[in-house]
């Protein structure tokens, strides 16, 4: 799938479009060994070797891998305000990996790093129907029908959010937990879904892409996935060929 230079660039967290726009002028970027300079160039990162500064960005060794991020940590390459970033999880991983997807600063459970902007673009578009499965605490269970309200969608910041799936896993006297599965990922969306109906989330953990599962990992432990894994992440045939990956 061919998409423009600056947003591949962008999403193997170089910077914002803009400033990735800026490198691309500055004839920082090659693609094949070809200095880019002009805006609109599109490729397939999964086809051509991109490189910044000389540096490989894309079609080096691919890494895959999915973590159980504990709170605390927030999910980007560098933070202006000096908290800890995901990767200072990852010290053995020398290659720059970026996530597919956020979580925020309280907010845990699986995620997903690579380095492979073709699969990042898979997941995170609407298109292929990737699923995410979260797992929320809030502290007295809401009324039915304002779940079903979720289940249908509600408007938020404008934009009317897709259908949920929402199912009650425990309740106690000031500890409901509830299992929601979304169809997209808006920043910081299942909060706002929540305290939109009164009921502010208290804890929210990821535990799935797809069917692709946390299993055993403990909070801030990692492992690579196989070619299997992967293909659990999509309900439907995996849309790309994986290459060097062992089942």
Known sequence: MEERLQKILARAGLGSRRKCEEFIKAGRVAVNSRTITTMGVKVDAGQVTIAFDGQPVCGEEKIYLLLNKP???VTTLSDPQGRPIVTDLLPEIKKR???VGRLDLNS???LLLTNDGRLTNYILHPRYNVTKTYEIT???APAPGKLHQLEQGIH?????TL???IRLISRK???VRLEIILHEGKKRQIRKMFSAIGHPVKRLKRTAYGGL?????QPMQYRFLTGKDIKNIFSEKIPFTIKNIPD
């Open 71 to 73: 709170t605390g940590y």
């Open 97 to 99: 990996i970026f996530p």
């Open 108 to 110: 845990e459970g699986a």
């Open 138 to 140: 809030v502290r007295k």
């Open 156 to 160: 938020l910041d404008g934009v009317q």
């Open 163 to 165: 259908p949920a799936k």
């Open 173 to 175: 006297k000031e500890k």
């Open 213 to 217: 599962t946390l299993g055993n990992l």
